[in-house]
Every structure is written in C-alpha cells, then in structure tokens.
C-alpha cells in the first residue's frame, strides 16, 4: 500500500490529524509530540493511519551548526518518526526521500539540511549517516542530554 504525504503547517493542522501526530509520537517514541506552531509538519498516512512524520523549521532552535551565519536559512529537521511495525516496508527512507524533494521545491532548489540526533541513539545516527548526513557539530542541553548534529552537505534537488 503506497503512502500519501501531507504537509501542513502545525497550527493549521486539523484536530483528526493532529491526534494522529500525537499517537504516532507516543507509540514510537514514548514521548509527547511537541513543536512550533509556524513549523511545517509533513505527515506519511497508508490505509488512512498515519504511519511517519517529520517536522521542518527554517533553522535549528539555537542556531548551533556552523552553516547558520549571517541569517542564512537552512532547513532544521526534528521529529523524524516512523512506525516500527512498517520498518520492513523502508518507510523511514521513503519519508527522507518526500523530505529532501520538499526541502529543495521550498527553498529554491539546492539546501543543505540539519538534524540534532541523540548521542544513544546510535540506530537513527546510522540512518541519517546512510543518507548522506555528516556529524557537524556535538552538544549538550539542559537536560545534561548529549546530542550530535548532523548536517547534510550535499545540496538536495528534485
């Protein structure tokens, strides 16, 4: 069964799909979703469940990697989700794939991206290395959590 993406910005979200959003969250990653209301959540539904998501902002919350001087804007993503039940079914890569093609017809054809991942978890570290991200940056928040950031270089195009 193919999967249908829809992108919306958070505030805009309709109650039925925001929901979704949520339990997705819940379900794969114990956590409740959060996010900015003026970010673009793009949403992966198959058979009408939403089974992936990924939200994207125009720069990281505290602008920490390198290529975000003088304003410039480069596309933050966070909460990179997908089911567990569909890993078989390559979701995650088919999720980066829509990402990368929405990123380059948004911002003008060629940008490189950002993501923060956390320091254990060495599964998602290994995804985004798959696909072409290179660590940038290491940091430590608050919560005394470790994170890399991961940057992809090469410029995405549809």
């Known amino acids: 069964m ?6 919306r910005i ?3 979200m309709p109650a039925h799909e925001l929901e979704q959003v949520k339990k997705l969250c819940r379900r794969s990653t114990g956590e409740t979703f959060k996010a900015f209301l003026k970010h673009t959540c793009i949403v992966g539904y198959r058979g009408g469940k939403a089974v992936s998501m990924c939200v994207v902002s125009r720069t990281s919350p505290n602008k920490h990697f390198d290529n975000e001087t003088n304003g410039q804007i480069v596309p933050y993503l966070y909460n990179f989700i997908c ?10 890569l088919d999720l980066m794939t829509y990402v990368k093609g929405y990123i380059a017809a948004m911002y003008g054809g060629a940008s490189p991206i950002n993501l923060d991942v956390e320091v254990e978890n060495i599964n998602a ?11 940038s940056t290491r940091y430590i928040v608050g919560d005394n959590k ?9 410029p995405c195009s549809i």
Request: proline letters at 0%; zero cysteines; glycine letters at 8%.
């Open 2 to 7: 193919k999967i249908t993406y829809v992108e």
């Open 10 to 12: 958070v505030a805009g």
């Open 83 to 92: 089911d567990y039940k569909y890993k078989k079914n390559r979701i995650s």
């Open 125 to 135: 570290q290994n995804f985004f290395i798959k696909n072409g991200f290179v660590e």
């Open 146 to 154: 470790e994170y890399i950031g991961f940057t992809l270089r090469a």
